[in-house]
């Protein structure tokens, strides 16, 4: 996994508020574009420019300069959604398809980005060509190095009402619910608060009734 530190990707919801997710891995990052089936309507990569903006809102750093052509974007919705199967699976406590497998493990055979010192040798930069195939590779690597990884176990979906995000809990102690805090998790605080005074005041009339 990419360790480089984040603090999460702004996400705009079609409904509600702004709200800042970090998935924990370069690679679940990926599916915060859209997804495979009831997801598509999500769909954020439609052409080169729009995977560039990923890369730029991700956790790579520094941004790669990339020259992305038509076909990678669309090997990026293939790798993606492949990505969103597997790991859901993991979550779930299930082995990912086969097919699956090999879109993962053919995106993780090619070069990757590679990392380099500029000429100051203080400064970290990505090695020409920097493309949409390598930007892939890395996205794949990181995916295989999670999912069989330490934290493999740990790969989770929201458990948040009609929420698909996933991530990996990182957190020392493991108890991560929620995709975030301040959306999922303060709703279910909201929704908890709501159902004890509905319950408290149900009880309150049935003891008025008793009298």
Known sequence: MDSTASTGMLMRPFTGAPFRFDPGALSLELLTTGGPG?????EALHAPEDLAAWAERSRLTPTPALEISAAQVADA???RDALFRAATARAHGERPAAADVTVLNEAAACPPLAP???PDGAERR???PADGTRLLATVA???VELLTGPYAHRVRVCSGENCALVYVDTSRPGRRRWCSMERCGNRHKVRALRERRER???EQEDEQEER
């Open 200 to 202: 408290r005041a149900g």
């Open 116 to 118: 380099v010192l500029a």
């Open 141 to 143: 690597r990181d995916a």
């Open 126 to 128: 990505w090695a020409a």
């Open 77 to 79: 919705r293939e790798l």
């Open 38 to 42: 009831p997801y598509r309507r999500y």
